[in-house]
């Protein structure tokens, strides 16, 4: 089994917040992993990976939402992909839905509103750190919320995952259950 997780940070420091942590995770349960940049992902590193986790980015780093062609490859190769943080900006607006601005930092309780392979707790604690949240999830589920938003998505038939919290911080579970599972 292995991961190609993707970097979205335009600036190289926020690497040891946002990419590390979660390398750290996959690195300490045996799991195989390659990381890339957004932009220079390539077919290969696609094809020789059997998931796909997007790691999130400082708040005031958006390039990745500009331009979302790099997600096309990702989705057509039919890989599970799982989004954290501000990744799931771009999954969420890739599949048609709307967000709004909405600054959302610390620990906030969430409940879970579909149940799913990622999490079994109905109700857990989950550190958020964004600027932004889905109003409307578009075509994905809501998997759960927090407070009246959603803040954990998934694809309707794939294995599309994005969680607007940052479960590598309090929740590695989430990432082994996506990880490990098949």
């Known amino acids: ?12 420091l926020s690497e040891l917040e946002f990419v590390k942590p979660v390398e750290q995770i996959l690195k300490s349960h045996g799991i195989i992993f390659h990381t890339k940049h957004y932009n220079k992902v390539t077919c290969k590193d696609i094809e020789s990976s059997d998931k796909v986790i997007i790691c999130g980015t400082a708040l005031k780093d958006a390039a990745f939402l500009e331009d979302l062609n790099w997600l096309i490859q990702l989705y057509e190769a039919g890989k599970p992909i799982l989004g954290i943080g501000s990744s799931s ?4 607006k890739f599949f048609n839905g709307r967000l709004i601005d909405r600054v959302k930092i610390g620990v906030f309780k969430v409940k879970v509103v579909k149940e799913n392979r990622l999490v079994s707790k109905r109700l857990f604690q989950a550190y958020f750190l964004t600027k932004k949240v889905a109003s409307d999830a578009g075509s994905l589920d809501i998997l759960a919320k927090a407070g009246e938003k959603p803040c954990m998505v998934k694809h309707e038939y794939r294995d599309v995952y994005g969680c607007f919290f940052h479960p590598e911080v309090m929740n590695p579970e989430i990432i082994l259950n996506f990880t490990l599972e098949t």
């Open 1 to 12: 089994m292995r991961t190609l997780l993707i970097n979205l940070c335009s600036n190289p």
């Open 89 to 92: 900006q771009a999954l969420v």
